[in-house]
């Protein structure tokens, strides 16, 4: 499997784990981040860290999903991300929107 391909099948499973976040109730929301574990998971037989957290960036909190490699010597991350916004709703972030602000 190319790089490519791997990349697609991770960010598919990023977009599902951010989706589940992003329908939980916003009271319910930050509570339901801030319990989350991290946990090994496997995607199309490889081994990856994925994990969940908020990070403040100036004023806004954001929702950061990440997903990372085992094993592997270079810091090889795919995330995404959710701003919360003050009319509730929220605004996705690609991983070079991540970057951009600092993240990871």
């Given at each position: 499997?190319?790089?490519?391909?791997?990349?697609?099948v991770v960010?598919?499973?990023?977009?599902?784990?951010?989706?589940?976040?992003?329908?939980?109730?916003?009271?319910?929301?930050?509570?339901?981040?801030?319990?989350y574990?991290?946990?090994?998971?496997?995607?199309?037989?490889k081994?990856?860290?994925?994990?969940?957290?908020?990070?403040?960036?100036?004023?806004?909190?954001?929702?950061?999903?990440q997903?990372?490699?085992?094993?592997?010597?270079?810091?090889?991350?795919?995330?995404?991300?959710?701003?919360?916004?003050?009319?509730?709703?929220?605004?996705?972030?690609?991983?070079?929107?991540?970057?951009?602000?600092?993240?990871?």
């Amino acid at each position: 499997m190319f790089l490519e391909d791997v990349s697609l099948v991770v960010y598919s499973h990023l977009e599902k784990l951010r989706a589940s976040f992003d329908s939980i109730p916003l009271e319910l929301r930050v509570e339901a981040i801030k319990t989350y574990e991290a946990r090994e998971i496997e995607i199309d037989s490889k081994l990856y860290i994925e994990s969940v957290w908020i990070d403040q960036v100036g004023t806004d909190q954001i929702l950061i999903v990440q997903i990372q490699k085992i094993g592997f010597t270079a810091n090889c991350c795919f995330c995404l991300g959710s701003k919360f916004l003050r009319n509730d709703n929220v605004e996705h972030l690609s991983n070079e929107q991540l970057w951009d602000l600092g993240i990871p």
